[in-house]
């Protein structure tokens, strides 16, 4: 038996950077599992969350973050705040950028403020795979901050993500596991449940609407066979509530026909998905509203 307080490097890893960049694709990649949700919409991903990578001589602790942007709301000033708040906690911080796109002021930004917290960092070019010219805006990046070690990757392909985790492992501390080794993230069932169906939102819905939902799941209840599930889809106006039904019915369906495939695949069980839409007048500005739907503003 191996003695479970060895020791080996472990600690928390930020995947900080502006929105849509593949921060929560590269931690699904690592985990070879879904644990955040991932859609080509900016700010898909709202609060920190934690996935963690067991290896024999390691114990990753990454941090997916929300994309650091300009807020427009009290939802968005939660999402940069927690994302920030996550640079001072963390032991070695992954700056990641879009190689197939220049960096803008929010690169710049950010890289500034992962230079001021003189942590251990890693600048991550990510998407080498959808650019021939892997290296055109190369130097622009690597001019943002003198850079202590910068990796290309494609999370979407699994490129250099052995040579990232080596230059991650080896500037964590060595210590203690800090999570039981059968951990594989810190969202609950429950709440995963909740954003794969808000992904399904996001991903079949335009404009202001994918931003403007929240779901939370109010009843789970195994039934032997099935597991019964009812959630909530809350808008911020009724005119949604009808983009959301969609032509009689039509968007609702194909919302919980593809969230049920995602969730049965996932729990590993059947379910029946009972979806609800509920207007929820501008809840992103507040603070009661957001509390309830569980962002701790
Ligand atoms: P985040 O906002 O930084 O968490 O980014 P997401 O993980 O949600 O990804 C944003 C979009 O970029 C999605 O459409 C992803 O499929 C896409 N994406 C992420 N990583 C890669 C990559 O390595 N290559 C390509 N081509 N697309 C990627
Ligand atoms: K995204
Ligand atoms: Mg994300």
Avoid at 31 to 38: A, R, T
Avoid at 105 to 124: W, Y
Avoid at 191 to 219: G, W
Wanted: charged share 30%; aromatic share 6%.
């Amino acid at each position: 038996l191996l003695p479970t307080d060895q020791e080996v490097h472990s600690g928390f890893v930020a995947l900080v950077g502006k929105p849509n960049v593949g921060k929560s694709t590269l931690l699904n990649a690592y985990l070879g599992q879904k644990v955040s949700i991932v859609s080509p919409k900016p700010q898909t991903t709202r609060v920190p969350v934690r996935g963690i990578l067991n290896g024999p001589d390691a114990q990753i602790i990454f941090v997916d973050t929300p994309g650091i942007h300009k807020p427009r709301h009290k939802l968005g000033n939660f999402m940069v705040d927690v994302a920030k708040r996550a640079v001072p906690n963390a032991d070695v911080i992954c700056f990641m950028v879009d190689i197939t796109v220049p960096p803008n002021r929010m690169d710049r930004e950010i890289a500034q403020m992962v230079l001021l917290s003189r942590k251990p960092h890693i600048l991550v070019l990510n998407k080498v795979d959808a650019t021939d010219e892997a290296d055109k805006h190369l130097q622009e990046y690597r001019d943002l901050a003198p850079w202590e070690m910068e990796v290309a990757v494609s999370a979407r392909d699994k490129l250099g993500m052995e040579t990232l985790l080596a230059e991650i492992v080896q500037r964590l501390p060595v210590g203690h596991r800090l999570y039981p080794e059968d951990q594989l993230s810190d969202v609950s069932e429950r709440s995963l449940v909740a954003e794969m169906i808000r992904e399904k939102v996001m991903l079949n819905t335009e404009e202001e609407i994918p931003h403007s939902i929240a779901v939370e799941v109010e009843e789970w209840e195994d039934r032997g066979k099935v597991v019964y599930i009812r959630a909530n889809i809350s808008v911020e106006k009724d005119s949604q509530k009808g983009i959301i039904i969609g032509a009689g019915g039509s968007m609702l369906r194909k919302i919980g026909a593809t969230s049920r495939f995602e969730i049965e695949r996932s729990l590993g069980r059947q379910i029946y998905l009972d979806l609800w839409i509920k207007v929820r007048e501008n809840w992103r500005q507040k603070p009661n509203e957001l509390r309830w739907l569980g962002y701790d503003v």
